[in-house]
């Protein structure tokens, strides 16, 4: 199964601008103004975020992980289930 090419929206203009990963990547090294953006990753795209979001969705992320990592190295007979 061949997967649809990823997409990277920016904001621009009060809106949003798709760009194809290939020519984003393009872009990063080119424009200086590229390498400060944050992205989050949404449905199998990136979209560019603010601050607080980034930092909200990778501690979240960073809990799951932890909590997941918690639960296996728990014995079995002291899990909850």
């Known amino acids: 199964m061949k997967y649809a090419s990823r997409k990277v929206y920016i904001k621009e203009n ?3 601008t798709e760009l194809s990963y290939e020519d984003f990547c ?3 090294e080119t424009d200086g103004a590229y390498k ?3 992205f989050i990753p949404v449905q199998g795209c990136l979209s560019e ?3 607080t979001h980034y930092i909200e969705f990778y ?3 960073e809990r799951w992980r932890y909590l ?3 639960d296996t ?3 079995a007979d002291l899990r909850i289930h």
């Open 59 to 61: 501690r979240d992320k």
């Open 68 to 70: 997941k990592k918690l």
């Open 14 to 16: 009060g809106g949003y």
């Open 49 to 51: 975020t603010k601050q």
């Open 73 to 75: 190295d728990q014995p």
């Open 26 to 28: 393009r872009c990063r």
């Open 36 to 38: 400060d953006k944050l």
